[in-house]
């Protein structure tokens, strides 16, 4: 059986491409070349299985008042169930848990990061009985955020929330045992939205995960 690498995130996972432009399909998902997950599986190549399991607006823990099933912790137990045997989970979010409405500073988002990861070790779907798990701090949302639609929803906090984020999900990787790669200065965000990866975006995250998931996975 190949090696399962589950791929759990928001937006950023499932490839919305805020820049229509930027997208060969001239869509609001990139495809399936350009997407950073299948990069990955065409990378790593047929010893791995690489699942997409991105969904738009999903947080860590947060129920949202506005749209339904995005708290990730309520989706983590059968999303694993579904893949078993695991033999990674790459964890990326927090983007969404800087909105305004859910009133969370950078140490709550963490909080619920690790619960989440805490959640997942507890499921019984990793291959052997052994829990792994990567941890990706997304990219800091970018300031050019401030002129666009979004900050009417995101809040203008959510600046400083994001930046805040990588050293406190290294310390929560550090404790759950769980390996930690910060995706700042190695995955770019658009200058539309600020905060959705662009084409080289995915590329780039691609190309640092295939670097790394073989040193995770054996």
């Not at 995005?70 to 848990?97: F, K, Q, R, W």
């Not at 310390?171 to 965000?189: K, P, S, T, V």
Request: glycine share 8%; with cysteine; net charge negative.
């Amino acid at each position: 059986m190949k090696k399962h690498i589950v791929c759990f995130g928001d937006s950023n996972t499932h490839g919305y491409c805020a820049d229509p432009a930027d997208c060969a399909d001239g869509g609001d998902r990139f495809n399936e070349n350009e997407r950073w997950t299948c990069l990955l599986q065409k990378a790593l190549g047929e010893d791995y299985l690489v699942i997409e399991e991105g969904l738009s607006g999903r947080t860590t823990v947060f129920t949202d008042p506005l749209q339904e099933s995005m708290s990730g912790l309520d989706a983590i137990y059968s999303c694993l169930m579904s893949h078993e045997p695991v033999d990674l989970l790459i964890l990326m979010l927090g983007t969404n848990d800087a909105k305004e409405r859910f009133s969370a500073n950078a140490a709550c988002i963490a909080y619920g990061m690790e619960r989440l990861v805490f959640k997942a070790r507890t499921v019984d779907a990793w291959r052997g009985g052994k829990p792994n798990i990567l941890v990706v701090c997304p990219p800091h949302i970018g300031s050019g955020i401030l002129d666009h639609p979004f900050i009417a929803t995101m809040g203008r906090d959510c600046l400083e929330k994001a930046r805040d984020l990588a050293p406190l999900y290294k310390d929560l990787a550090e404790r759950q045992g769980c390996a930690f790669l910060d995706a700042e200065g190695i995955a770019e965000f658009n200058r539309l939205d600020c905060m959705h990866l662009t084409c080289r975006g995915h590329r780039q995250l691609a190309e640092a995960l295939t670097a790394l998931v073989p040193e995770l996975v054996n």
